[in-house]
């Protein structure tokens, strides 16, 4: 297009300085912000009169302003809190009063400041929304990353940048298979103490000794042995151990239709279980419901699970002990007993051995559970599907006693809530491993992030008892990963999304991630879409004019925010430094998505890593129940939210899954032309707080 054309519009700007100079306002109205709230927050205490709370609501509707607002309170107070703004902006803003003799209420920047805020807070101030906060080192983490991208400070080389998505896209594959195979076998320990259990050095579960009673034939005096070892007494004396072992027949195992005995392909004892007895119980410590919540999801439908309607029983098989130096178990698939039988559980008592390491497999994924080296002191156990192939190396030295119980699904006749003790051990799972090494990376999330994972199966996370269940209710691959993050010592938590016009987080290209939930947009049969959609609006207008204008001819833009951020607590607002970067992290420009999405040109590049172009998510303080409200009678939701379902809104989350199972938030009656309901909607999602690279290195250690 030649020059002279009369429409071609003249960019002084590009896009790119449009984004530094938002974001240097953007961080210097936030740290005003931050100083005008405590200032709000001693103040109002003090209203009085007409200007009470009941009133409060209408008051920026009404044309009460701030100023008006400020006449009804006492000078005392006013002098006292006028003098703390004083010093908190000067403090946090140098040099922005040092021309400024005047009152700072009526500094110009300030008193709008002040006027915004006030306004802002009276929609949710009335209902005292909810005392929660997101957990504050998600928030921390987050809030620094988006100041150093804000500010400038972080720069990422598009080579680290495409690393970084390899590494997540491996993450990816991991989590997604780890849910295809849906965890196939889990595993754990439980210590032996030998005083008394109820001691307040014993934390977690721990079991007394184990007896076992026995009888040969037809002698029908039972014989007795205790473990651990002990040389002290009868019944625990290594003697008595060898009376077990010679008692034993050998074992036998199925090849074809027939039972055969095979010292080649099996070394081993056994006592059936019609002839032994044992105090040992697997419901004792928590073991069924912990292998429950790993091994059911994957064999019930999504249905049968939420309901809670099927449970694992455990039967007891037979007692087997494998012995130094031969003792052995070739690959093999257990037979199964009953048509209902859906897998193996293995107990290994305590009592030293080396080697015997018991591997699983499952669809080319393999678990090795050795025991040698926790033999004398720990009971270990070990759950696998019917359909794994596992074996027993060698056991070169002493004896390996073990329990085997055939596992079976039944229909309870009540549901019981969860145990909320976990001793599974996380380290048996292949994420394990995987998630360990990659954290060990320096590079990898070298100044912290939080991994985003939307939960692979469906949870009623809206009803009345989510927040008790959750994170204990969590079933398979979902367990799996919590567990792994939590014995990495990564802070985990699991929250609800809420969806913004179907969407619950940015696109992702790179790893397949849409944002919305799959066949979200299908047609049902009657011919409807899948679900109608209809929302509270929001209050999200384009602002982009005033952002165009910089580009055009250079004025200073006029941010207009969204804002969404739960009431804070005293200790929020007290701490200046932190309370103004937590505005900036759930803030919105309002229209600057949209400028960076379609307006970048060769003539006007935007930044590459632009922090305005991925919009966050709107996570949920908590799981609550579901409801249905009428509050937002010409009111946006943005104004009413936090009264009904608070959320943060908060960007920089690395998603690595996008959402899958979504459920009725809450509902909304609106009053136009005619009366309404519109839904909202949230899917759980699953929160790793990944500290900084420095950090972690002693952390994953312990864990
Ligand atoms: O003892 C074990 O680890 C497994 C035993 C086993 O595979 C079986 O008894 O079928
Ligand atoms: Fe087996």
Redesign the pocket.
Known sequence: MDSQDPYRVEYRHSLAELEDEVNKIMIEDCKIDACADLFLFRVLPFQSGTYQHEYYEYSAYSGYGFSNFLKSVPEEPKAAATEELRLNVDRVLPGLLDDYDGNILEHEKIKGRLDARWKGMDAYQKDGASKNSIPRSLVDILMEKQYRERAGLSDVSSDEKAAFTESCRQLQSIIEGEHATASFSCGGSIPIVLGDLQAPEVTRPASSPVSIFWSKGDDATARKLVLPLDESVPHTHPDTLRRLVVDCDPAS?GRGEQDVIDPEYRRAGKINADQFATSFHPADFGILENLSQVLLPSISSETDNQLGFRKITAELY?L?V?SGPSGH?RK?V?TPRATNQIG?L?V?LPCPFKGGS?TVEHHGQKVE?DWSEKSETSIQW?AFYSDCE?E?ETITHGD?V?L?YNLYVTEPLNVGVPSPMSIVDPKAYPAYSWIRNLLEQEEFMKDGGVLGIFCSHAYPHSSNLADLQLPRALKGADLVLYSVFRSLNIDVEVLPILEKDGHYCAEDPSLGITGTVPGEDEIAPNGRRRRSRFYMSEYDYDHSGTLQRFLGNGKKPWPNYVELLPSASPADYEDIDRRWKTLMLSRRVGGMQNMVENFATEELPAKVNSTHRNPGVQVGLSHRPYKTFNRGYERGLDEVIQSIWPVQYLPGVTWITGPKHEEMAFSQIAYGNEASIGTRYSCAAILAVVPPAEQRVGMLRQG
């Open positions: 195992f037979k087997n494998y178990f093999h257990d193996s293995v290994c018991l559970f070990a596992h027993i390996r073990t085997t």
